[in-house]
Antibody, heavy 116, light 110 residues
């Protein structure tokens, strides 16, 4: 079955960068777009950006433009998200989700905690 | 873009029906038929339950149904069950490769 498995939790200091991953299995990786969505504690979901599994084209939310980089490794069927210049407002669970008429399925989430 | 507007909470008894609204604008919900709904249980990842306004992903029961009128989308859950107690988020395409979510609605099954 389609499965997205994300890397483990991260703790970073303000100003640092973080990079985490999402490994896909159970489908043809290059035929779908992968999205990243984050959820701060008790807050709404927030779309961050996406990458085409095929040609690697990326789209980013204007809010994160310049701070976020999404990449993919087609051989490893893995998508990566990097976020720089972290602040406490970036403390959140970051989810990867396959674009398929909506976001489906979702990874289990990666908790990123930004704290001094 | 601002978030889509949802009621903070709704409730219903087992077997009843509830409807959750999702209010947007003519630039998002009103402009596109790309509204989706997600169910999220505590400390779990969201799960897609409706896409393209009123379509069901495989495995989702038809007790869940979606609709849209103008700038407002709605999710109706009929035959409420205890396991339906969760947070529900709406989502809409807003053009220019932008996606926005609602603030979420907590459903309580009494």
């Amino acid at each position: 079955q389609v499965q997205l498995v994300q890397s483990g939790a991260e703790v970073k200091k303000p100003g640092a960068s973080v990079k985490f991953s999402c490994k896909a299995s159970g489908y043809t990786f290059i035929t779908f777009v992968m999205h990243w969505v984050r959820q701060a504690p008790g807050q709404r979901l927030e779309w961050v950006g996406c990458i085409s599994g095929g040609n690697g084209d990326t789209k980013y939310s204007q809010k994160f433009q310049g701070r976020v980089t999404i990449t993919r490794d087609t051989c490893a069927c893995t998508v990566y998200m990097a976020l720089s210049s972290l602040t406490s407002d970036d403390t959140a669970v970051y989810y990867c989700a396959r674009g398929q008429g909506g976001f489906d399925p979702w990874g289990q989430g990666t908790l990123v905690t930004v704290s001094s | 873009q601002s978030a889509l507007t949802q009621p903070r909470s709704v409730s219903g008894s087992p077997g009843q029906s509830v409807t959750i609204s999702c209010s947007g604008t003519s630039s998002d919900v009103g402009a596109y038929s790309y509204v989706s709904w997600y169910q999220q249980h505590p400390d779990k990842a969201p799960k897609l339950i409706i896409y393209d306004v009123n379509k069901w992903p495989s495995g989702v029961p038809d007790r869940f149904s979606g609709s849209k009128s103008g700038n407002t989308a709605s999710l109706t859950i009929s035959g409420l069950q205890a396991d339906d107690e969760a947070d529900y988020f709406c989502c809409s395409y807003a053009g220019s490769y932008t996606v926005i979510f609602g603030g979420g609605t907590k459903l309580t099954v009494l």
